[in-house]
């Protein structure tokens, strides 16, 4: 769980977003709806690594001394927080 501290800072709007396309995604009537959230759920994630990129260096060095690369930090982020966006999205489009 190394990877929670860099995800701290960015955590709270992307989770915002995921609830707004989990909710949009209870009423979607086709699965281009749902490839639409997925993508903006993409850029999102984007724009926060960019701002962790940019405003948050000091977490990338403490990663670095702890022999974690920047693109690994970055690929770890972005995959575990899109591997659970896509799990709870398929779940809600399940049930609805």
Known sequence: MKFLHAYRTIALPANIVS????????????????FTLFWMKVFTEIVLIGFIHLF???????YMNLGIGERQLYKSIVAIDL????????????IA
């Open 19 to 34: 609830v707004i396309a989990w909710i949009a995604a209870k009423d979607a009537e086709s699965s281009s709806e749902i």
């Open 56 to 62: 948050n260096k000091h977490v990338i060095f403490f």
């Open 83 to 94: 591997a659970i966006f896509v799990v709870v999205i398929a779940i809600v489009y399940w």
